[in-house]
């Protein structure tokens, strides 16, 4: 690699840094440590890591110094990279979200990403269709584990035309390439009822099992459909039915996995045991939840966080009368507000407030039963508002994907003190919903005060208590 060509750009640094202390600043460039090329933050994260370095800088005035120094393993300079160029999808898959994306959005939403490094820094998960052999060793070497991957059927037949891609190589040889170099992976099946579903789910989570402990995991998701697939194949969602088939099809196998191996192995999303009616299993079932990101676990989480925390946090804050919280009385992981003076007052008036609690259709049953347990132990009045999705059409029910728009077309006209809107509806670090509205749009336009919560019990007894 000609390293005057290649070199990681860094466009800030933290104040405090090691950086700043050996002269390193912004617009400079890492050419190589230790005489390893850094062609990207990936690889920066690697190298770094090791007490004794030699860095090539080039300066942003042009010119080269060598910097040769003596560090904790850890310490990763306080430098911050150029972020690193996504490398695109080669499938046109048949459930493709982002091809169903409306029109006009910003250009990121519309980025395919399949990226290796993008899976192990975030979690992303990752076809393995444009792979190389160079990628699967640096993978191995750098130790990238675990990662995340897009299988949908093992069968390759199947899989290609998932894919929309009949170059794709062999899902298997990939994993197996990955996992006899010690690599961990954590798997997903997108399901479509009719097509990948039944035996060749089966098939599926037969082949992947065989692979354990290499493969960890494998989460079963249903297909999402918006109202935007003009000219794509015809899909359809999981009937009550069909769902429950689905889930009683894996059960036998979740069992025999956990007398073989000790957990589930395969992690059939939360949608479906809503869509079927059917009871969530116990925690004990998720093995730590390692899909809670891909929408497995979130609902019995949710539900056993509000019953160990729930009860206790809200009664104490919202006791008959104030009451002053002692060092040791709040709930274990719950952040302290002044207590909420909902009760009392002259003549035994109550002050009762309205709260609006805004979600996805498919989580508002559960929602409604909590908010009962709420109103009984505090007195304000919570009304469950399942907001119906515009944006992306009513087959799209969960809380994640409501735009601003949509929220904001259900709270208009409603009287309200306030309404708490779960943070998972905003784009990742970006402070704005899907289509680019900020909280204080919603707030302006609505006429009430919005609050955002991360989607926890945790977070909702917190903004309750903040009110």
């Known amino acids: 690699m000609n390293l005057k060509s290649r070199g990681l750009k860094i466009v800030g640094v933290e104040p405090g840094g090691t950086a700043l202390d050996v002269g390193i600043g912004e617009g400079d460039s890492i050419i190589s440590i230790n005489s390893s090329p850094v062609p990207d933050y990936l690889a920066y994260r690697y190298l770094i890591a090791s007490e004794e370095v030699v860095l090539l800088v080039r300066k942003k005035s042009g010119g080269e110094v060598e910097i040769e120094m003596e560090k904790d393993e850890d310490d990763d300079l306080g430098i911050i990279a150029s972020p690193m160029k996504v490398r695109a999808c080669n499938n046109r898959c048949v459930f493709c979200f982002v091809e169903q994306m409306p029109k006009g959005m910003r250009r990121s939403l519309y980025v395919k990403d399949d990226d290796y490094r993008h899976s192990f820094l975030h979690g992303n998960y990752v076809t393995l269709t444009t792979m190389k052999d160079e990628d699967y060793a640096r993978i191995i070497r750098e130790r990238l584990s675990p990662l995340y991957v897009s299988v949908h059927a093992t069968d390759d037949t199947l899989r290609h035309f998932l894919l929309g891609n009949c170059k794709a190589p062999s899902i298997l040889d990939g994993i197996k390439k990955l996992t006899d170099g010690g690599i961990r992976l954590h798997t997903q099946a997108v399901v479509a009822p009719g097509i990948n579903d039944g035996a060749a789910l089966v098939k599926t989570a037969e082949d992947l099992a065989a692979l354990y402990p290499g493969v960890l995991s494998l ?249």
Request: proline share 6%; aromatic share 8%.
């Open 219 to 467: 989460a079963v998701v249903p297909v999402g459909l918006t109202r935007h697939r003009e000219k794509l194949y015809p899909l359809r969602t999981f009937t009550k039915r069909e769902a429950a088939g689905l889930l009683d099809a894996l059960s036998p196998f979740r069992r025999k996995y956990r007398r073989k191996f000790g957990v589930s192995f395969v992690y059939p999303s939360d949608e479906f045991y809503m869509k079927a009616g059917r009871d969530l299993p116990p925690a004990m079932e998720y093995d730590g939840y390692p899909q809670m990101d891909n929408g497995v676990g979130l609902v019995r989480d949710f539900l056993d966080d509000f019953k160990r925390l729930g009860k206790r946090g809200l009664s104490l804050a919202c006791h008959s009368e104030p009451v002053q919280l002692r060092s040791g009385q709040a709930p274990r992981g719950i952040r302290l507000h002044p207590p909420l003076k909902i009760r009392g007052g002259q003549g035994g008036r109550y002050e009762i407030r309205k709260i609006l609690l805004i979600t996805g259709k498919s989580f508002a049953p559960i929602l409604k039963n909590i908010a009962k347990e709420i109103e009984a132990m505090t007195g304000l009045k919570l009304s469950v508002l399942p907001v119906k999705n515009n944006l992306f059409g009513e087959k799209v029910t969960v809380a994640g994907l409501l735009s601003g728009s949509d929220i904001i077309a259900a709270l208009k006209g409603r009287k309200a003190d306030a309404a708490i809107i779960p943070a998972i509806t905003m784009r990742d670090g970006a402070g704005v919903f899907l289509d680019d509205l900020t909280p204080k749009d919603v707030e302006r336009e609505a006429g009430m005060k919005i609050i955002m919560t991360e989607p926890t019990a945790k977070g909702l007894i917190e903004a309750i208590l903040s009110f």
